[in-house]
């Protein structure tokens, strides 16, 4: 029996096994998406114990690096030597950087395992998305789009709960060590129950072509990462680093028309539907990320929200964004038909975002909330049908690579959002603190745009108020910004084609037309 069969069975509902297999790469997709924030909340107290304050961006910069850079590497190597065992070792790598990370002795032992960690972490969200792009048709894939959703829902609320409770009860250690338990249920349940075909490429690896993606993935991040921060945009080691980015990027390119196993195959950008999905993620990314980073920031500034409670204050968008992902699937199966989501999803980003810059310092938390919705419901639209179709515009074989080109684009749609709408943000509010505070509101801001809740209760009145309207103003700036790239999502989307999914019953000819195989995936039995 097919995966393809084994899916259709009993009426159209899971056959036991494939739903075990779906709960562990549930669990494994909550890793991924967890550590980071679990981590987040800890860093106070990391510093606290190891020191090494001067080195503490690196924690978060080692890891983003490793995931980044690996994540091309992760989808083409399950493509080549089959899918199981690539994301196994991916788990192991992950839980043993974990552990690693638990037992630093010092900051430079944290920055290099949490680099390991992150070699893991770029074959986790990768190897999910492959295997479920395996297991279940296109058709039938939109059903567990809500699964998805809501797992990233749970880990963006959850993330900051979890790990200040695990930081003050069981010590910082821990915000790694809980990845241990969890990973090893998801190893045994893959190992038991997931079956797929096994591979074995004749051809070797392209190490030139990850090479020099992995140089030019690296000098993006670190521009992205240190512009504005740690040296001025227009600094000479930004520029050179734009300069070697570049260079590896085109070389990367010209080699891949080349290689005899490229790593990213050019001909899958042959595909309208995939290449326009690559530049949806990215503006989603792009947006996002933005969003998460700057509401909370005003809420905490702003509306006099606590760090806690900002975190739970983003459930309206986070809600919508989990609502509008389930219906989405669900009309997307019944239906075959997906083109009139980024459609919507563009237009309702575009609203959501350009009502969030219109808060200012007397907007209700209750108005704040609504706009956010708007938001959540434009990116539920979004976010598992750029995967959806991205995996539907490419052949079995380039599963793996489709779906870590999308998660690529994605990651690196985020930097360039936190780094681009940062930058605008703080050029905003050290200009409205200089106007209204003189300066004291320069001195204020002079190190750092984003004051924590101890340093803004510590400011005399007329500074903190000035403050109030400096954040709203930034944040203003940010999401107008937003606004405008989410354009491009709308834009896009307009040339998307509908191709009939895989598993819907398409005409052969219809799907060959954008590159899409016109036969449902064949796999072993689950």
């Not at 915000?175 to 797929?196: D, E, K, M, Q, R």
């Not at 990320?289 to 929200?305: E, H, K, N």
Request: charged letters at 10%; hydrophobic letters at 50%; aromatic letters at 8%.
């Amino acid at each position: 029996m097919t995966a393809t069969e084994a899916v259709e069975t009993d009426a159209g509902k899971q056959p036991k096994s494939v739903r075990v297999v779906l709960l562990a790469l549930m669990i494994t997709m909550m890793l991924a998406m967890l550590d980071n924030m679990i981590v987040g909340t800890a860093m106070p107290t990391i510093v606290g114990e190891l020191g090494g304050l001067e080195h503490l961006s690196w924690v978060v910069t080692s890891y983003t690096l490793a995931t980044a850079a690996s994540t091309p590497l992760w989808g083409k190597i399950g493509d080549m030597y089959g899918r199981k065992g690539s994301f196994m070792a991916s788990i192991v790598i992950f839980l043993a950087g974990s552990a690693l990370s638990g037992m630093a002795q010092d900051m430079g032992q944290l920055i290099g395992f949490r680099a390991v960690q992150g070699l893991g972490a770029g074959g986790l969200m990768v190897g999910v998305m492959a295997i479920i792009g395996d297991l279940i048709p296109p058709r039938e894939r939109g059903k567990y789009q809500g699964m998805m959703a809501g797992v990233m829902a749970l880990a963006m609320i959850g993330g900051p709960l979890v790990g200040g409770t695990i930081t003050d009860h069981w010590g910082w250690r821990w915000a790694f060590y809980i990845n241990l338990p969890l990973g090893v249920v998801s190893l045994g349940l893959i190992s038991a129950v997931l079956h797929l075909p096994k591979k074995r490429a004749k051809a070797r690896i392209d190490y030139l072509g990850a090479a020099l993606l992995t140089v030019g993935i690296t000098a993006i991040v670190l521009v992205t990462t240190w512009g504005g921060t740690e040296y001025a945009w227009t600094s000479a080691r930004i520029m050179e680093l734009i300069g070697i980015g570049v260079v590896a990027l085109i070389a990367f390119v010209f080699w891949q028309t080349k290689a005899a196993e490229p790593v990213v195959p050019l001909h899958i950008f042959r595909s309208r539907n995939f290449t326009l999905m690559s530049i949806i993620g990215f503006i989603t990314g792009f947006a996002m990320f933005g969003a998460t980073l700057f509401l909370p920031l005003y809420q905490q500034a702003v509306q006099g929200a606590s760090a806690t409670n900002s975190g739970l204050l983003l459930l309206p968008m986070l809600g919508a964004m989990l609502v509008t992902s389930m219906v989405a699937g669900r009309v997307t199966t019944n239906s075959g038909r997906y083109k009139l989501f980024p459609i919507a999803g563009g237009v309702l980003m575009i609203a959501g975002l350009y009502l969030l810059s219109t808060m200012d310092t007397g907007t209700t938390r209750f108005t704040s909330g609504l706009y956010m919705a708007v938001l959540g419901l434009g990116m539920g639209c979004l976010m598992q049908i750029t995967m959806l179709v991205a995996q539907n515009s490419v052949e079995m074989k380039d599963m793996g690579v489709a779906s870590s080109s999308t998660t690529l684009f994605r990651t690196l749609g985020s930097s360039f959002g936190v780094a681009i709408m940062g930058a605008l943000f703080n050029h905003r509010v050290q200009d409205v603190m200089a106007e209204k505070a003189g300066t004291l509101g320069s001195k204020i801001t002079e190190k750092s745009a984003q004051l924590d809740a101890a340093s803004l209760a510590k400011l005399p009145a007329q500074a903190r108020e000035a403050y109030q309207h400096a954040v709203s103003s930034g944040t203003h700036a940010a999401f107008l910004l937003g606004a405008v790239v989410a354009v491009i999502v709308l834009l896009s989307a307009l040339f998307v084609k509908e191709v009939p999914l895989r598993g819907a019953g398409p005409k052969p000819d219809a799907a060959a037309e954008d590159g899409a195989p016109a036969q449902p995936p064949v796999v072993e039995a689950v």
